[in-house]
DNA sequence: ATGGCCGGTGGAACCGGA
């Protein structure tokens, strides 16, 4: 079973891009990330007539998830618990019924940008970082939940974190970066160590693998890329996996997010 | 980070992104 993630910046702007990139990689699974789009204005039926069961999370011209799906997909849930009074769309979880079901999250983690920091290093409340963190927080929890399910799972999306040196074309342009801060990379790790097995590193090392380059200043030209899309396995899920990759070429087409897909091969 | 952008909104600039 290939599933894939794909910020897609827009599903307005990306429907060629995307129905291109789906009638070649032929995933079973999709989670997107940024369509940018309320329920209503998605184009389900571009999806559903290629076979594609369709679970919307949206909201009005920022963020938002969806799950692309050739399997049913039962006990689909909205919002990443925790706070109630979070009103950003940025995760969106179903279970994948097939021969064995697997619990498929898609999660659009925030950027976190401008940080600011009060005169003793704390994150200022309010602010963008401090809630960059908080949601990486409540995301720990979810993912401790999962864990103990003790059933295949994974996360994937935009974690918006470089997690380490190497996955910077640049790194000494990104140490103050909401992406790569200390605070932001040791959040990220503690959700790691509870037990799940980052995918592209499980089967890549070395430098050099990116999944996000900027529109600007020619970074992909130059490729000057970052990798902040990332697949969280299970053990249970870690178990069944066969291959993970990411596919760079879509970068240098028409009309290109400033994502590519990233997806993993499971053995079910 | 950067020389250089892009998408959405709303119908011109501006915000948000990474």
């Not at 992909?220 to 299970?234: A, E, F, P, S, Y």
């Amino acid at each position: 079973m290939k599933i894939a993630s794909f910020n897609i910046n827009g599903i307005k702007a990306r429907v060629t891009a995307l129905c291109d990139w789906l009638d070649e990689a032929q995933p079973d699974v999709v989670v997107l990330q940024e369509i940018k789009s309320v329920d209503e204005a998605f184009p389900r039926e571009l999806f559903e007539e290629r076979g594609y069961n369709v679970e919307t999370h949206g909201q009005k011209s920022f963020n938002g998830v969806a799950i692309l799906s050739k399997l049913p997909l039962e006990d689909v849930r909205r919002g990443l618990p925790g706070d109630d009074s979070d009103e950003q769309a940025r995760w969106i979880e179903a279970t994948v019924v097939g021969k064995q079901a697997l619990r498929i999250c898609g999660l659009y983690l925030p950027n976190g940008n401008p940080v600011e920091l009060t005169e003793t290093g704390v994150p200022v409340a309010g602010g963008k970082y401090a809630y960059k963190l908080a949601w990486m927080e409540r995301l720990k929890a979810r993912a401790a939940e999962l864990l103990a399910e003790e059933m295949p799972a994974l996360m994937a999306g935009d974690y918006n974190i470089i997690p380490q040196a190497e996955d910077a074309k640049r790194p000494e342009a990104w140490r103050e970066d909401a992406l790569h801060r200390p605070e932001s990379r040791a959040a990220f790790q503690r959700i790691v160590n509870l037990g799940f097995t980052e995918a592209f590193r499980s089967r890549t090392l070395g430098p050099g693998h990116y999944t996000f380059w900027d529109y600007q200043a020619g970074a992909w030209n130059r490729d000057d890329g970052i990798r902040i899309d990332h697949v969280l396995l299970t053990p249970q899920a870690a178990d069944l996996l066969r291959d993970c990759q990411i596919d760079k070429e879509i970068r240098g087409r028409e009309k290109p997010s400033d994502h590519v897909p990233i997806w993993v091969d499971l053995d079910l």
